[in-house]
């Protein structure tokens, strides 16, 4: 298939890097509002469009990948069903359960395929460890601690900006909320936070206690000010297992009863590559949607992700 690439960040070079390494898909066009010219100058083998709708109106573009700002996935998402593309969505796909809805519905009208492009989940790490845990070895999970922070001096712009869906909860706490639906399930837990917040508005640090109505809990943490180990543990009834930079896992530690061992599954070049290995399985089958990132997954992960923003926001009210 061509991609077609809906803005142009640095996440879009791990990306292409990785676009490169599947058999059969090619980087064919770029589409970017602020850079085109650099860009044309950077990309000699690639068609470049100075607006999103000369991409689209290209009929030689299969796919399109938005890897725009968080706040206009819904508009860029909709304008490439429209046109009869299939869509694969930067996280979060939208902003909240409105947005998401919206999406799938263009998606189911115009037959095409959608999915929202949280990597984690689509690594040979991150499926061994749910292996794991479904086959029982770690008993029922019924704690996740989990954390994803980082310092970035140099994106302000976009981190500290509202208008921009900027702030850690959108940006890295997201991870850390697939985790925990990942492992405890879809129901919409109690949640409470307290957050650090930029003049701004965005939430700087989140840290956040879930409690679920079966007595299960996730304790949280996100920040965009600060670094952290960026690990997480799931602690179930007859051991836990510890995921090394679970976001982007590929090396695990069990302890169960069977005593305390290892694993390592390093991913495919910069890891982009399985994502677009499961797109691109799912469109030569016929489907419309992916089992692993289905659009009830995105639905029910931006309801905590909707619910935690509310709750940072409620914060800064006197």
Same mark, same amino acid.
């Given at each position: 298939m061509n991609w077609g690439f809906i803005g142009y960040g640095r996440i879009a070079v791990k990306f292409m890097e990785?676009?490169?390494l599947v058999k059969g898909e090619v980087p064919y066009a770029l589409a970017s509002r602020s850079n085109a010219e650099q860009l044309r100058s950077q990309f000699l083998e690639l068609k470049v469009y100075d607006s999103y709708d000369g991409l689209l109106n290209d009929p030689n573009v299969d796919i399109v990948y938005v890897n725009t700002t968080h706040n206009?996935?819904? %508009?860029?998402?909709?304008?490439?069903?429209?046109? #009869?593309?299939?869509?694969?969505?930067?996280?979060?796909? #939208?902003?909240?359960?409105? %947005?998401?809805?919206?999406?799938?519905a263009m998606a189911k009208i115009q037959g095409k395929f959608l999915m929202e492009g949280l990597w984690t989940r689509f690594l040979p790490g991150y499926q061994k460890v749910k292996e794991v845990v479904t086959s029982g070895e770690i008993g029922e999970v019924t704690l996740i601690r989990s954390e994803f922070a980082f310092t970035d001096v140099t994106h302000k712009e976009r981190l500290y900006n509202p208008a921009l869906a900027g702030g850690s909860n959108y940006d890295v706490n997201?991870?850390?909320?697939?985790?925990?639906?990942?492992?405890l399930g879809n129901e919409q837990p109690e949640i409470k936070i307290q957050a650090r917040t930029s003049e701004s508005g965005t939430d700087l640090s989140?840290?956040?206690?879930?409690?679920?109505?079966?007595?299960?809990m996730a304790q949280l943490f996100?920040?965009?000010?600060?670094?952290?180990?960026n690990a997480a543990w799931l602690y179930g009834t007859k051991g836990w297992i510890r995921m090394e930079h679970f976001w982007k896992c590929e090396k695990f530690e069990i302890q169960s009863e069977n005593g305390k061992r290892s694993v390592e599954l390093p991913f495919t070049g910069n890891g982009f590559y399985? %994502?677009?290995?499961e797109v691109v399985n799912?469109?030569?089958? #016929?489907?419309? %949607?992916s089992l692993l990132m289905s659009h009830a997954h995105s639905r029910e992960l931006i309801k905590l992700v909707d619910t935690t923003e509310q709750l940072i926001r409620n914060l800064k009210k006197p």
């Open positions: 990785s676009l490169k206009f996935h819904k %508009e860029n998402v909709i304008d490439a069903l429209k046109k #009869g593309k299939h869509v694969l969505c930067e996280k979060p796909m #939208g902003l909240n359960v409105a %947005e998401v809805d919206e999406m799938v997201i991870y850390n909320l697939a985790l925990v639906h990942d492992f989140c840290s956040s206690i879930l409690q679920f109505s079966d007595n299960s996100s920040s965009i000010e600060m670094s952290c180990e399985h %994502e677009i290995e799912c469109i030569n089958g #016929g489907l419309h %949607e």
